[in-house]
């Protein structure tokens, strides 16, 4: 007989499986090695569609994610707000550490950060803050390079504090 992991432990397995891609992807990519993160990032979706309750679902959100962060962060490489660091083949399209981290963060939104589907307000707060807050972070440690960073800043903040509460609600389970 199959047992079941409890719910906790899988919100908590996800948020240190977002976590490891997260720095591994940033810290990786600050080394000009662009591959890593994305291996990371498929070991730990490996582990996140065996715990979860549908994985078709989650994939629709893994792509709707991933397509969104990329598209969001190619524009800002191609307009020269913020450029990756290292040779990215792909230019201008994000290169595949960055594509790691999207579908990982994609994978939290039905399990460590499912809390965003009950209160719209705070997801919008969390990406207007929280996620900005990642490419700083980035920046810190030298996995991009803000040209712009103000404005670049800016148009983060203000797209996801709108995507975000959206990616959200597309995320929730759709009741049988």
Do not use: Q, R
């Given at each position: 007989?199959?047992?079941?992991?409890?719910?906790?432990?899988?919100?908590?397995?996800?948020?240190?499986?977002?976590?490891?891609?997260?720095i591994t992807s940033v810290y990786s990519a600050a080394h000009c090695y662009i591959w890593p993160g994305f291996l990371v990032a498929l070991i730990f979706l490996m582990i996140h569609f065996k715990?979860?309750?549908?994985?078709?679902?989650?994939?629709?959100?893994?792509?709707?994610?991933?397509?969104?962060?990329?598209?969001?962060?190619?524009?800002l490489n191609y307009y020269?707000?913020?450029a990756f660091a290292g040779a990215n083949p792909w230019y201008p399209f994000s290169p595949p550490w960055l594509w790691g981290i999207w579908m990982a963060f994609g994978a939290t939104l039905n399990s460590s950060l499912a809390i965003f589907q009950r209160h719209r307000f705070i997801a919008a707060g969390s990406g207007a803050v929280d996620l900005p807050m990642t490419y700083l972070i980035g920046q810190k440690i030298g996995a991009i390079h803000f040209i712009h960073l103000l404005n670049a800043l800016?148009?983060?903040?203000?797209?996801?504090?709108?995507?975000?509460?959206i990616a959200t609600w597309i995320a929730q389970p759709t009741k049988k």
């Open positions: 007989m199959k047992k079941e992991v409890p719910v906790y432990l899988k919100k908590i397995i996800n948020f240190i499986g977002y976590l490891v891609t997260w715990l979860c309750d549908s994985i078709k679902h989650e994939l629709k959100i893994i792509v709707l994610v991933t397509l969104l962060g990329c598209s969001i962060d190619s524009a020269h707000y913020l800016s148009i983060l903040s203000l797209l996801w504090m709108v995507l975000l509460p």
